[in-house]
């Protein structure tokens, strides 16, 4: 496997496209993710099932977040992607989140070439209300086994306020 941060760009970040590495499949309780150092992917533990990620996971490459690790983005398609690929993605907004006292933002992204919707979501208000509330409960609840009331999420912004997240992100990268 090739070292993402070396071989990717986070993209057009003020076209709205970027670049994203996908960790987890949706559906799966495998907490896998990308060790930066060793340069592959890791199974990190394995979460209750009743914690699967209701979307794919995955992070945007040479980018920091707050927390220390690449800037994460939530993939919304309509089946699981698969751990290891990455995909050209369409920003469409941010999901502001902390976790235990840490921002941990995510950014919401689909296909930026998705011929099976005719590329219908264009922004958080097109997608169903029902899976925004499906989200929010998962990230707000997913540790609760273990560290409960310890994850928040914050608020949801718009197209802007993520590519703002992601320009952070990149000059904290570039300024490690």
Known sequence: MADFNKILTPGDVDGGVINVVVEIPAGSNHKIEWNRDLAVMQLDRVEPIAFAKPTNYGFIPQTLDEDGDELDALIITDQPLTTGIFLEARVIGVMKFVDDGEVDDKVVVVPADDRNTGNAIQSLQD??????????????????????????????????????????????????
């Open 127 to 176: 997608l169903p209300a029902q899976l925004i509330k499906q989200i929010e409960f998962h990230f707000n609840h997913y540790k609760d086994l273990k560290k409960p009331g310890t994850t928040t999420v914050e608020s949801w912004g718009d197209i802007d306020e993520a590519k703002a997240v992601i320009h952070e992100s990149i000059d904290r990268w570039n300024n490690r």
